[in-house]
């Protein structure tokens, strides 16, 4: 038996799983996700825990099974407390400036670029720190991603989109020796 798939969610207050038609769905204070289940995987929700098992031993379904438990483990997570990312902008005349459900970045390129973000996340943009927070895992990584992906930290001067307390292992440049 997988170590994580079968250990049991603890549900906490406010939270609610129901399992309807294949798929789990997950209400809570910071809003509602479902997941589509997959198949040889079986959900068993009850008032203050949800437990995870498969039908049989074959080896792509026990590989499924802690995937499985994961996935509802970070839907009650998300919409109990949410998630967030930290993104900073590291370099000389970089900006960014929130309005609405778009980020309009300076990032040294000769135009603006714009970023449209989807509607279930929340961006906040304070002075060169982006945080990024909602409910879903999966999607506040992969915004956080494809801001980074804007203009990824460069290895000589640092200068680019990192997360937060990221380390860019830093190259030296030229060493300044002529070529006899």
Do not use: C, W
């Not at 170590?3 to 906490?12: A, E, V, W, Y």
């Not at 438990?69 to 998630?83: A, E, H, P, Y």
């Not at 990312?85 to 970045?105: I, T």
């Not at 992906?149 to 860019?168: D, S, T, V």
């Amino acid at each position: 038996m997988s170590r994580i798939g079968k250990r049991p969610i603890s549900l906490p207050g406010g939270v609610s799983v129901s399992i309807e038609a294949g798929k789990v769905v997950v209400t809570g204070p910071k809003g509602t996700l479902e997941y589509r289940l997959l198949p040889g995987i079986n959900v068993e929700a009850e008032t203050d825990k949800v437990t995870i098992s498969r039908e049989s031993d074959a080896a792509e379904i026990r590989a499924r099974h802690g995937l499985v438990r994961s996935l509802i483990q970070n839907m009650v997570t998300g919409v109990s407390k949410g998630f967030e990312k930290k993104l900073e902008l590291q370099g000389v005349g970089y900006r960014v400036a929130s309005q609405g459900h778009q980020l309009k970045f300076n990032i040294g390129f000769s135009h603006e670029t714009i970023y449209k973000v989807p509607d279930s996340v929340q961006v906040t943009a304070d002075q060169n720190v982006i945080t990024i927070s909602g409910s879903d895992k999966q999607l506040v990584g992969q915004v956080a991603a494809e801001i980074r992906a804007l203009k990824k930290p460069e290895p000589y001067k640092g200068k680019g989109i990192r997360y937060l307390n990221e380390h860019i292992l830093r190259k030296s440049g030229k060493s300044g020796k002529e070529a006899a």
